[in-house]
């Protein structure tokens, strides 16, 4: 209970200082407490305090006219020279303006008026000066702030296109399942029953697991187990099937479901097209956070039969796509299509 009213606490007060009227106000009074420090109180801490609240008026009004009419109006039209223009000549009207008020404060002290008169042109550099720090302030949070809607803006994009992608990846498989599972019910075969626990297994990762940006390294090999599992009974003795994995499997991460279009596609272009005895082998070698991902079919001579229907497709599309979304600069992918085999090597650096 303590911890939840600490974080809606910390919640309210970053709300609260996050609001623009805020942090302004924060910000003079730093440049107040800088100004008396600067100054010090050679004669009394109200007197300093009275010359550095008149200071600090009449900056704020350049800076905030600067801001709220010259930015807007001028520079952001790239009307420049219109703009520095107007920027000087309101520092030469609000100089003569700062001085009349210190000149009638410093009444009773001769001497600071006449320093006054003598300064004139550094209060005019001053008040340019902080004018010009109100311009380079307002480009520079402008660009952050720009930068950071952009990098939002692509954060949305890439979580919606991986949304979609990863939807298209799921149902493409479980097509492809609920029709194995059809053709052995339609022959009444004793292995349905526990095509029907695996495919269980594999749908309840997929609902529960895969939602997330990363799971475990671990959870996606018994996944693939559960897949060549289902796999070898469908396809019967006929076939080769095999699944190595070297290295130590511990707490790596990765992205759910990044291999299951390359077993998709070594079965339904490969295996499924062989007349005769065919192989999948497959193995997977782990060092510390990179992951290698070797996949060999064989292939047909022949070239596919068409049945008239439309190939999915979409496999390879969304597994490259995917990788440049999710490891940029961070895999690497080849493959090799030779007249009997079809080989992928794929190498992720988890890191």
Not at 82 to 110: D, G, N, R, S
Request: contains cysteine.
């Amino acid at each position: 209970m303590d911890t939840l009213i600490q974080s809606r606490l910390f919640d309210n007060l970053y709300k609260v200082l996050n609001k623009r009227g805020v942090y302004h106000a924060f910000f003079w009074l730093f440049l107040l407490l800088v100004f008396i420090a600067l100054e010090g109180t050679p004669n009394g801490f109200l007197f300093t305090l009275g010359n550095e609240l008149i200071r600090l008026f009449f900056y704020s009004v350049i800076v905030y006219f600067n801001l709220l009419y010259l930015i807007p109006n001028y520079l952001t039209q790239n009307r420049f020279l219109t703009y520095c223009t107007l920027l000087v000549v309101a520092c030469l009207v609000i100089t003569p303006l700062e001085m009349m008020a210190f000149y009638f404060k410093f009444a009773h002290h001769p001497q600071a008026q006449a320093n006054l008169l003598e300064n004139r042109n550094w209060f005019f550099l001053l008040t340019f000066l902080v004018a010009g720090s109100s311009t380079i302030f307002k480009i520079v949070s402008d660009w952050v702030r720009h930068l950071r809607e952009r990098q939002e803006l692509q954060t949305q994009t890439m979580q919606s296109e991986l949304r979609f992608l990863k939807s298209q990846i799921n149902p493409h498989f479980l097509f492809n399942t609920l029709n194995n599972l059809y053709a052995l019910t339609l022959k009444k075969s004793d292995q349905a029953p526990e095509i029907v626990i695996k495919l269980s297994e594999m749908m309840r990762y997929m609902l529960y697991e895969c939602n997330e940006k990363q799971v475990l390294l671990s959870k996606e090999i018994d996944y693939i187990r559960n897949y060549l599992d289902l796999e070898s009974l469908r396809q019967g003795k006929n076939v080769e099937i095999s699944f190595e994995v070297e290295g130590r499997v511990g707490d790596q991460q990765i992205a759910p479901l990044m291999f299951i279009p390359f077993l998709e596609n070594s079965f339904k272009h490969g295996l499924n097209n062989n007349l005769a005895a065919g192989f999948v082998r497959i193995r997977m070698t782990i060092a510390d956070q990179t992951v290698q991902f070797y996949i060999e079919n064989s292939k047909s001579n022949a070239p596919p039969k068409m049945d008239g229907r439309k190939s999915g497709g979409i496999g390879l599309v969304n597994i490259h796509r995917r990788l440049n979304l999710l490891y940029p600069g961070h895999y690497e992918l080849h493959i090799e299509d030779s007249p009997n085999t079809y080989a992928v090597n794929l190498m992720i650096d988890l890191a």
